[in-house]
């Protein structure tokens, strides 16, 4: 059984290094072993820890926020079976030992020498639990179904967690992109307010903001790997197709796109042009903005693997 054990958990965390890597962050630190530093940290018996272990760890400046270093701490969780059917106490556990496992993180010495290699004005250390399973059919919300577990240990840290919902998504939208092979992409970082300063600003780039990781759209500049100057924005939303979530998502693309000269795609999980083209043409008069509509595509990002 400890084998199995072991052989699943090796299964999962290759999952995660994948995912981690469709969305840019690579050369992660990988099997960290921190020494514990707090006495109250016990295992299931009451004993004490020795130790902390860290599935990934990965460290970048925040294009959202000036002059801000995330680490991010990431612990997989993986399991042959879908989620329980009362997956509280399970979550608990797993919150738990990350949280406790971000507390002596921050006083570790291996902190200590990874933020030494970046000019920065701030540490932010972000938890990530990735919590998947390999049941194929499981794309129950399961961080609705946790989202009112009460912890006992509480730290003021983000921490982000990725169901198999959420996982399915972004890879679904990652490979969907990269089926499109005639284009380069890249990720929009918005304009946050905190992000100023004429020298460290970027619109764009490789790395998903961690921040992502839970939002229901993920923003995506496409550049033609022919003509360097047609640029496209893809919105993809993990969100079925909806009349108003479509004409939110145009709002959206109307306020980001004011630079481009391609297309501006917005892409669903489930959209169907024999079901659903008339509804998007009905929105598109509503606009009312014809030199904006007529550049819109909208498509899905499941099936449509030709082109957009």
């Given at each position: 059984m400890g084998e199995l054990s072991k052989t699943i958990g090796e299964y999962g965390e290759n999952l995660v290094e994948k995912f981690l890597s469709a969305v840019g962050w690579n050369h992660l630190l990988r099997?960290?072993?921190?020494?514990?530093s707090?006495?109250?940290?016990?295992?299931?018996?009451?004993?004490?820890?020795?130790?902390?272990?860290?599935?990934?760890?990965?460290?970048?400046?925040?294009?959202?926020?000036?002059?801000h270093l995330n680490n991010i701490i990431i612990?997989?969780?993986?399991?042959?079976?879908k989620y329980p059917n009362s997956?509280?106490?399970k979550f608990k556990d797993f919150m738990q030992d990350l949280i406790c496992t971000m507390e002596c993180f921050d006083n570790s010495a291996q902190k200590e020498e990874i933020i030494r290699g970046f000019d920065f004005s701030f540490a932010n250390d972000i938890g990530v639990l990735f919590w998947l399973n390999n049941d194929t059919t499981s794309i129950d919300d399961l961080i609705k179904e946790v989202s009112a577990a009460r912890l006992n240990i509480i730290r003021d840290n983000t921490i982000y967690i990725i169901d198999n919902k959420r996982a399915s998504f972004v890879l679904a939208v990652m490979n969907f992109i990269k089926n499109n092979s005639k284009?380069?992409?890249?990720?929009?970082?918005?304009?946050?307010?905190?992000?100023?300063?004429?020298?460290?600003?970027?619109?764009?780039?490789?790395?998903?903001?961690?921040e992502y990781l839970?939002?229901?759209?993920?923003?995506?500049?496409?550049?033609?790997k022919d003509n360097h100057k047609e640029s496209s924005l893809l919105l993809a939303t993990i969100d079925n197709f909806e009349a108003d979530e479509c004409m939110r998502l145009m709002g959206l693309a109307k306020d980001i796109s004011k630079n481009l000269v391609g297309?501006?795609?917005?892409?669903?999980?489930?959209?169907?042009?024999?079901?659903?083209?008339?509804a998007c043409s009905q929105l598109k008069q509503r606009f009312q903005d014809n030199n904006f509509t007529k550049s819109v595509i909208i498509t899905n990002y499941k099936n449509n693997l030709e082109g957009f």
């Open positions: 099997g960290i072993e921190l020494k514990c707090n006495e109250e940290h016990t295992n299931k018996k009451g004993n004490p820890l020795k130790t902390h272990g860290i599935d990934f760890l990965y460290s970048y400046m925040n294009p959202l926020v000036d002059g612990s997989s969780k993986f399991q042959a079976k997956p509280t106490s284009y380069k992409h890249s990720f929009w970082y918005p304009s946050t307010g905190r992000n100023l300063n004429p020298q460290e600003r970027k619109d764009t780039g490789t790395i998903l903001p961690v839970n939002s229901s759209i993920i923003p995506i500049k496409l550049e033609n297309e501006v795609i917005l892409a669903f999980p489930d959209y169907n042009e024999l079901n659903h083209k008339n």
